[in-house]
């Protein structure tokens, strides 16, 4: 979202036949097949668990947050025990509940997370039921009720591998200079805290969401798209500022869940309880689906019978390089300079094709001098547009 963004401190027979069967039926052929071809596995999650202590939560990849941090309240609690498993509407779901009497030391938030972090490119999903009123208590908190994945935190400002993807922050009753309701999805390059900068693409429905909800978004090297109920709401590749910079994810990420305060000025009196609800996750990575093919994929592990499926990691993964990010100049490639005096190579070390380059990079390469037109990774000097020669060394 733009503005003031807190930030986050934070194969068994029976999977061969769903990954192979269920998956693939309903992905059936051409292009969306293809890329099933090269996944690495799919995560399905249907909640199925006694408490945030159950041993299946946590050997199933999930952690619930106790510890103190960012984002929200300063001084908030978080606590473990605030994530459960009721039945809602006749299912079993993951619920977060937070609460806040308008005080610091009163102010209790909630997160379960993916443990480790395995998610970059894929289709994301999750059903979530989200709320414009408290469960109990005075309306008007600036809550946030969200959906999103996130890789390290940023080494340095601006961190070229800095990857956040909000698929939804919902604000019921606004927030961040906003009235609400407001609905944001925003990809992340990254950021500056004093003065705050950020580096970001962004798309918001201002609208209530309350109830359930299909949320969706697509990844690949190059691109984001984002979802609810098979509605595309997002299509972002750079940032919104300066179109320059690439904001689909560069490092892998956990999943996170998380129900928190923006600030308390919305407070008015008690103490006030919201709740999120999340049905079911899913994420089949590297495969690029549809909203249907989602939606059918997980109707077929629960007429399967089948609660949990992790095969991330475990699948035929590809081997095709990373796409190429698209660019706006034009992508021929660049022609040679013309001969004169040799270029000064003493300082520039040679091009690696797995590191990121930032515009104005120098590199070495078929002895030869490279500056980075922009920001790259995996395209070769001479090759591609990312680079101008700037010759002999």
């Known amino acids: 979202m733009p503005g003031k963004h807190q930030r986050r401190f934070v194969a068994s027979a029976a999977s061969a036949v769903l990954v192979g069967g269920v998956l693939a039926a309903v992905i059936g052929g051409g292009g969306a097949a293809n890329a099933a071809g090269n996944t690495c596995g799919v995560l399905f999650d249907d909640f199925s668990y006694s408490s945030a202590t159950d041993t299946k939560f946590t050997a199933n990849g999930w952690t619930a947050r106790g510890n103190a941090g960012g984002p929200g309240v300063p001084g908030a609690t978080w606590k473990a025990s605030n994530i459960t498993f009721p039945t809602v509407d006749g299912q079993k779901v993951a619920q977060l509940e937070s609460s806040t009497d308008g005080t610091s030391s009163g102010t209790v938030q909630s997160e379960f997370l993916t443990?480790?972090?395995?998610?970059?490119?894929?289709?994301?999903?999750?059903?979530?039921?989200?709320?414009?009123?408290?469960?109990?208590?005075?309306?008007?908190?600036?809550?946030?009720?969200?959906?999103?994945?996130?890789?390290?935190?940023?080494?340095?400002?601006?961190?070229?591998?800095?990857?956040?993807?909000?698929?939804?922050?919902?604000?019921?009753?606004?927030?961040?200079?906003?009235?609400?309701?407001?609905?944001?999805?925003?990809?992340?390059?990254?950021?500056?805290?004093?003065?705050?900068?950020?580096?970001?693409?962004?798309?918001?429905?201002?609208?209530?969401?309350?109830?359930?909800?299909?949320?969706?978004?697509?990844?690949?090297?190059?691109?984001?798209?984002?979802?609810?109920?098979?509605?595309?709401v997002g299509d972002q590749s750079y940032d919104d500022a300066t179109g320059t910079f690439p904001v689909w994810p560069r490092a892998n990420m956990s999943v996170n869940f998380n129900l928190w305060f923006i600030d308390t000025a919305g407070h008015t009196s008690g103490n006030s309880v919201y709740q999120e609800q999340v049905d079911w996750f899913f994420h089949s990575k590297d495969t690029e689906?549809?909203?249907?093919?989602?939606?059918?994929?997980?109707?077929?592990?629960?007429?399967?019978?089948?609660?949990?499926?992790?095969?991330?990691?475990?699948?035929?993964?590809?081997?095709?390089?990373?796409?190429?990010?698209?660019?706006?100049?034009?992508?021929?490639?660049?022609?040679?300079?013309?001969?004169?005096?040799?270029?000064?190579?003493?300082?520039?070390?040679?091009?690696?094709?797995?590191?990121?380059?930032?515009?104005?990079?120098?590199?070495?390469?078929?002895?030869?001098?490279?500056?980075?037109?922009?920001?790259?990774?995996?395209?070769?000097?001479?090759?591609?547009?990312?680079?101008?020669?700037?010759?002999?060394?």
Request: hydrophobic fraction near 30%.
């Open 115 to 232: 443990a480790e972090r395995k998610f970059k490119n894929g289709t994301y999903a999750a059903r979530i039921k989200f709320h414009d009123t408290p469960a109990s208590g005075t309306d008007g908190d600036h809550v946030n009720e969200t959906f999103f994945a996130i890789g390290p935190a940023q080494s340095q400002t601006f961190d070229p591998n800095y990857s956040e993807l909000d698929f939804s922050e919902y604000l019921p009753n606004g927030g961040w200079g906003e009235q609400g309701p407001i609905n944001y999805q925003t990809s992340w390059n990254g950021y500056q805290d004093d003065p705050w900068v950020a580096h970001n693409a962004h798309d918001q429905q201002r609208t209530s969401i309350d109830g359930w909800h299909d949320v969706m978004a697509t990844v690949t090297g190059s691109q984001v798209k984002y979802y609810i109920d098979g509605t595309l």
């Open 289 to 393: 689906l549809t909203p249907a093919q989602v939606a059918g994929a997980t109707a077929g592990y629960r007429s399967a019978g089948k609660t949990f499926e992790d095969t991330v990691g475990t699948g035929p993964c590809s081997t095709t390089p990373p796409t190429t990010p698209p660019t706006t100049p034009p992508v021929t490639p660049t022609t040679t300079a013309t001969p004169g005096d040799p270029a000064n190579c003493t300082q520039a070390a040679a091009w690696e094709w797995s590191k990121v380059y930032l515009e104005g990079s120098k590199v070495k390469h078929g002895n030869h001098l490279w500056r980075a037109n922009w920001w790259t990774q995996g395209s070769e000097p001479g090759l591609t547009a990312q680079w101008k020669d700037l010759g002999p060394c």
